[in-house]
Protein backbone atom coordinates (compact mmCIF):
# COMPACT_ATOMS: atom_id res chain seq x y z
CA UNK A 1 0.00 0.00 0.00
CA UNK A 2 1.60 3.09 -0.91
CA UNK A 3 1.02 6.28 1.25
CA UNK A 4 2.97 9.36 -0.04
CA UNK A 5 0.88 11.44 -1.90
CA UNK A 6 2.74 13.78 -4.47
CA UNK A 7 2.20 15.36 -7.55
CA UNK A 8 5.00 16.05 -10.35
CA UNK A 9 5.67 19.50 -9.17
CA UNK A 10 6.41 17.93 -5.54
CA UNK A 11 8.49 15.37 -7.23
CA UNK A 12 10.74 17.64 -9.41
CA UNK A 13 11.66 19.74 -6.09
CA UNK A 14 12.90 16.88 -4.29
CA UNK A 15 14.63 15.80 -7.86
CA UNK A 16 16.36 19.21 -7.94
CA UNK A 17 17.53 18.96 -4.44
CA UNK A 18 19.40 15.99 -5.34
CA UNK A 19 20.97 17.22 -7.83
CA UNK A 20 21.80 20.58 -6.83
CA UNK A 21 22.31 19.96 -2.70
CA UNK A 22 25.42 19.83 -0.77
CA UNK A 23 23.58 18.60 2.20
CA UNK A 24 25.60 15.67 4.26
CA UNK A 25 22.73 13.76 4.24
CA UNK A 26 21.56 13.51 0.58
CA UNK A 27 25.05 13.83 -0.76
CA UNK A 28 25.29 10.20 1.47
CA UNK A 29 22.03 9.04 0.10
CA UNK A 30 24.03 8.98 -3.60
CA UNK A 31 26.68 6.79 -1.85
CA UNK A 32 26.50 2.60 -3.10
CA UNK A 33 26.22 1.01 -0.14
CA UNK A 34 26.35 -2.40 -2.12
CA UNK A 35 27.63 -3.44 -5.44
CA UNK A 36 25.35 -5.37 -7.47
CA UNK A 37 25.56 -7.85 -10.16
CA UNK A 38 22.02 -8.72 -10.60
CA UNK A 39 21.20 -7.94 -14.36
CA UNK A 40 18.64 -10.28 -15.61
CA UNK A 41 18.43 -10.50 -19.39
CA UNK A 42 15.01 -8.45 -19.78
CA UNK A 43 16.29 -5.88 -17.78
CA UNK A 44 19.84 -5.48 -19.63
CA UNK A 45 18.20 -5.63 -22.83
CA UNK A 46 15.95 -2.89 -21.80
CA UNK A 47 19.35 -0.95 -21.32
CA UNK A 48 18.41 -0.30 -17.62
CA UNK A 49 21.56 -0.87 -15.34
CA UNK A 50 21.70 -1.42 -11.79
CA UNK A 51 25.23 -1.72 -10.67
CA UNK A 52 24.80 -0.83 -6.55
CA UNK A 53 22.14 0.15 -4.21
CA UNK A 54 22.16 3.45 -1.94
CA UNK A 55 20.31 4.25 0.87
CA UNK A 56 17.13 5.74 -1.59
CA UNK A 57 18.90 4.85 -5.10
CA UNK A 58 19.18 1.88 -7.34
CA UNK A 59 22.41 3.61 -9.18
CA UNK A 60 23.81 3.16 -12.78
CA UNK A 61 27.32 3.46 -11.89
CA UNK A 62 28.24 3.35 -15.80
CA UNK A 63 25.97 5.88 -16.59
CA UNK A 64 25.89 8.11 -13.43
CA UNK A 65 21.74 8.21 -13.06
CA UNK A 66 20.36 7.59 -9.89
CA UNK A 67 16.93 6.12 -10.20
CA UNK A 68 13.61 4.95 -8.29
CA UNK A 69 10.49 3.63 -9.39
CA UNK A 70 7.38 2.33 -7.39
CA UNK A 71 3.71 1.43 -7.68
CA UNK A 72 0.43 0.90 -6.06
CA UNK A 73 -2.55 -1.25 -7.58
CA UNK A 74 -3.59 1.80 -9.66
CA UNK A 75 -0.25 3.94 -9.66
CA UNK A 76 3.25 3.94 -10.70
CA UNK A 77 5.62 6.33 -11.26
CA UNK A 78 9.64 6.65 -11.84
CA UNK A 79 11.77 9.08 -11.16
CA UNK A 80 16.11 9.29 -12.22
CA UNK A 81 18.75 12.25 -12.58
CA UNK A 82 22.04 12.60 -13.20
CA UNK A 83 23.84 15.32 -10.92
CA UNK A 84 26.89 16.14 -13.19
CA UNK A 85 24.76 16.78 -16.46
CA UNK A 86 21.81 18.41 -14.09
CA UNK A 87 19.45 16.54 -15.79
CA UNK A 88 16.75 14.04 -14.58
CA UNK A 89 12.71 13.33 -15.44
CA UNK A 90 10.02 12.43 -13.11
CA UNK A 91 6.99 9.91 -14.73
CA UNK A 92 3.69 9.04 -12.78
CA UNK A 93 1.18 7.04 -14.59
CA UNK A 94 -2.42 6.60 -12.65
CA UNK A 95 -2.78 3.27 -13.97
CA UNK A 96 -2.23 -0.41 -12.61
CA UNK A 97 1.02 -1.48 -13.56
CA UNK A 98 0.75 -4.14 -16.18
CA UNK A 99 4.04 -5.13 -16.69
CA UNK A 100 7.63 -5.21 -15.32
CA UNK A 101 9.39 -2.88 -15.68
CA UNK A 102 6.44 -0.64 -15.58
CA UNK A 103 5.34 1.84 -18.05
CA UNK A 104 7.16 4.39 -16.25
CA UNK A 105 10.26 2.77 -15.98
CA UNK A 106 10.11 2.16 -19.68
CA UNK A 107 9.59 5.78 -20.41
CA UNK A 108 11.91 7.76 -17.92
CA UNK A 109 14.45 5.31 -19.19
CA UNK A 110 13.95 6.33 -22.84
CA UNK A 111 14.14 10.09 -22.12
CA UNK A 112 17.35 9.50 -19.70
CA UNK A 113 19.07 7.83 -22.34
CA UNK A 114 18.27 10.83 -24.87
CA UNK A 115 19.04 13.19 -22.43
CA UNK A 116 22.45 11.61 -21.56
CA UNK A 117 22.71 10.64 -25.18
CA UNK A 118 24.01 7.70 -23.50
CA UNK A 119 23.40 5.06 -27.51
CA UNK A 120 26.14 7.34 -28.70
CA UNK A 121 28.32 7.75 -25.66
CA UNK A 122 27.99 3.69 -25.27
CA UNK A 123 29.15 3.75 -28.86
CA UNK A 124 32.22 5.37 -28.14
CA UNK A 125 33.22 3.81 -25.43
CA UNK A 126 33.35 0.30 -27.21
CA UNK A 127 35.75 2.03 -29.48
Known amino acids: VGSIISDVEDMMNYMQVNIDSEIEGV ?9 LDRNPQRIRDLEIRLD ?4 HWRIDEENEIYYHSGQTSDYSSYMAFN ?9 MVNTPPARTPSLPVLIGVDIMHD ?12 R
Open 27 to 35: ERSHTMLES
Open 52 to 55: GIGY
Open 83 to 91: KEEEVGVVV
Open 115 to 126: LLDIDNMNDRRR
